[in-house]
């Protein structure tokens, strides 16, 4: 089975933008703010829809209810949802301070568990993110700090450069500062629990909700400080997990990326340059994302000038 690419959905966020047009080169939706572009998703409320090829129009739910082993792998059950949320960030202003559920009270909650990971493919001076908490800062400090619109001092602020990395799992307090463009690596949720908004009004002019007593229940008011991941190399580990694995690939001219037939289905996420599959012909620009299927054999080489890929794998829990 050859690679399957899906069309994006876009969603309007407060916080969004036009960024997808200038960055990626996507046609947008006129007149609407769009903050997130979701890129392979397998939810009841949405369903990537395939873009080109023998599958073109086919929803993700069909072909793994129709071609499972051939996708997934013969383990893999196919009324299963597909396991990973693929998503683009455009961040023109700051989120919400914000946290996912551990997947411990997820469901005590009605929510479900969110382990992300967020690679910073463009970003403007100054840029940051906001990530777990200040040395010293306490639950009842965090608690007294909503109260008096404190909360900023008790979170810490990171400066980001352009190919830099972030892992937040379930419980792990954050917020994305404004000048991002960002793709990220998720569970399969749709779970977040606003603490904060800065005070800021949706796009209906209203407050947005927060989630004052689920946030609570959620942080890990043990985890401070964590560092930011500056990758080096033609090829590092960005995250390990129980629900997914993600590495960074610098894809030199002359060289090839090859994955055998037979191991496991993979994500392949374009974040610099383009990338031709050889034995397709398929062409990946950036902005592009990739289901590699299982029985597939799958190469790539730079399409002229170097070329940057994310490889997301070990996901199906086989």
């Known amino acids: 089975m050859n690679i399957l690419v899906f069309e994006p959905i876009y969603q309007e966020r407060v916080w969004g933008g ?54 997934m792998g013969p383990s ?114 749709d779970t977040t629990y606003r603490v904060y908004d800065w005070g800021r009004v949706g796009l209906d002019g209203k407050p947005r909700k927060l989630h004052v007593e689920e946030s609570l229940k959620s942080i890990d008011f043990a985890d401070f400080e964590p560092p930011i991941l500056h990758p080096e190399g033609d090829r590092q580990t960005l995250a390990r997990s129980d629900v997914f694995d993600l590495a960074r690939v610098n894809i030199r001219k002359e060289q090839s990326l090859d994955f055998k037939a037979g191991e496991q289905p993979r994500i392949l996420s374009v974040v610099n340059g383009t990338v031709i599959e050889k034995n397709s012909g398929t062409k990946l620009a950036k902005g592009t994302n990739a289901l590699l299927p299982f029985d597939g054999c799958f190469s790539f080489v730079s399409d002229g000038d170097d070329a940057t890929v994310l490889i997301t794998e070990n996901f199906t829990g086989a």
């Open 76 to 189: 893999y059950d196919a009324k299963k949802p597909f396991p990973i949320l693929v998503k683009w960030l455009d961040c023109q202003d700051r989120l919400s301070l914000q946290v996912h559920p551990p997947a411990e009270i997820a469901g005590e909650l009605g929510g479900e568990p969110k382990t992300e990971n967020w690679y910073i493919v463009d970003c403007k001076p100054g840029a940051g993110l906001l990530v777990g908490l200040k040395k010293g800062a306490t639950r009842e400090a965090f608690e007294e700090s909503l109260k008096d619109d404190s909360t900023e001092k008790l979170v810490q602020r990171i400066p980001v450069k352009i190919g830099d990395s972030m892992f937040v799992y379930s419980g792990r307090i954050h917020a994305i500062d404004a000048g991002n463009l960002i793709i990220e690596i998720q569970q399969n949720s």
């Open 18 to 71: 036009r960024g997808f047009a200038e960055s990626l080169g996507r046609q947008l939706p006129e007149g609407q703010v769009i903050g997130e572009s979701w890129e392979m998703v397998d939810r009841p409320e949405a369903q990537s829809l395939v873009s080109t090829g023998e599958f073109e129009g086919k929803s993700i739910r069909e072909i793994i209810e129709t071609h499972c082993a051939q996708v």
